[in-house]
């Protein structure tokens, strides 16, 4: 008995160290003022099941948590979400939104993000300018390179599909199959 209650004990810290620490979007621009980091934006729905799954394999992964909270400013943003959004000096509304319809209009915000595919991330720079969009669902092995490709602003020097494959042939994957 003793034994299994170590063994949970040490499962529920484990974990819980693998669980990113989300924050708004304006908590996160917030904090860039303070500590300059880059945004990870996830963007999502409520009845996506792909989303559900990134949120349990892949953000949920001990590495890329741990990875996404300590270099990252990681948001949760709702594709579909019915609050305004007051942000680049200008407020992004969902006008298309009904209270308890399932799949809802996009917000305006998911769209000035180009966000047409959700699960959607957006990788914004220090000054919460746009760098990238990943389309669709990923895995824990799939997202990892993009994390310290963004970072270390490594993708200021990738110019070509060719760049990119050399950059990811000699990244060193932490993750395995």
Not at 1 to 12: C, N, V
Not at 24 to 30: H, Q, R, S, V, Y
Not at 32 to 48: A, E, G, M, R, S
Request: charged fraction near 25%.
């Amino acid at each position: 008995m003793k034994k299994f209650a170590l063994i949970f004990a040490f499962l529920s810290i484990f974990l819980a160290s693998a669980q990113v620490n989300w924050m708004t979007l304006e908590d996160a621009i917030k904090a860039q003022k303070t500590v300059p980091k880059k945004i990870l934006i996830d963007f999502y729905t409520d009845w996506c099941a792909p989303c559900k799954v990134m949120d349990k394999n892949t953000y949920n992964h001990p590495i890329i948590s741990k990875y996404l909270n300590e270099n990252y400013y990681p948001v949760k943003f709702n594709a579909e979400r019915k609050e305004s959004l007051n942000l680049f000096g200008r407020t992004f509304t969902n006008e298309g939104f009904v209270e308890g319809k399932t799949k809802n209009s996009m917000h305006d915000f998911t769209k000035y993000m180009n966000v047409n595919a959700i699960p959607s991330i957006v990788f914004l720079d220090e000054n919460a300018n746009p760098i990238t969009i990943l389309q669709g669902a990923l895995t824990a092995k799939e997202l990892e390179p993009y994390m310290p490709f963004v970072v270390n602003n490594e993708f200021k020097k990738i110019n070509s599909r060719e760049q990119w494959e050399n950059y990811r042939k000699k990244f060193k994957y932490s993750i395995k199959d």
